[in-house]
């Protein structure tokens, strides 16, 4: 049986997750590329970084996106959450902040959901490879909508 997830629901998936599949466009393309992210239930936006490229540049000139977090156990059996919202780049102590609640949230996280006790952002997100600071962004988020089957 399928069902529209309730609003809290929602939060609680998005909460209790850290890897989600972020959609952008670029022109007239659509990209979907996976992403590690924080959940800010105070803000109620979505938090994460990146390096430049392909991605920030896209969402820089459209910041129209869309991010989807799934936990499925099997075909029969799945929850899924989407998040329709805008981007918006962070800087200066404002980045810096953010960064910190982004460690600090995964970090608790993986401590709760797994076990496991992280001490470095490299241990649970991918590595910046390009020289300088990360570029820290966060999602406003406009809508969430979400959809569970259990057989």
Do not use: C
Not at 31 to 46: G, R
Not at 80 to 103: C, N, P, R, W, Y
Request: glycine share 6%; no cysteine.
């Amino acid at each position: 049986m399928r069902r529209n997830l309730e609003p809290a629901e929602n939060i609680e998936i998005l909460s209790s997750n850290y890897i989600g599949n972020l959609a952008y466009i670029l022109g007239a393309s659509p990209y979907i590329v996976p992403m590690t992210y924080y959940y800010d239930k105070v803000s109620n936006t979505i938090t994460s970084y990146s390096s430049e490229g392909h991605k920030i540049a896209a969402m820089r000139k459209n910041n129209t996106i869309a991010l989807m977090v799934n936990q499925i156990k099997s075909v029969a059996n799945w929850q899924t959450v989407q998040v329709h919202g805008t981007f918006e780049e962070l800087k200066g102590i404002d980045a810096k902040h953010m960064l910190h609640e982004f460690s600090e949230g995964v970090k608790d996280i993986l401590s709760r959901n797994e076990g496991t006790d992280t001490e470095y952002i490299s241990e649970f997100s991918a590595k910046i490879e390009s020289e300088g600071s990360p570029i820290v962004f966060r999602i406003k988020i406009n809508e969430i909508t979400g959809k569970k089957r259990e057989s």
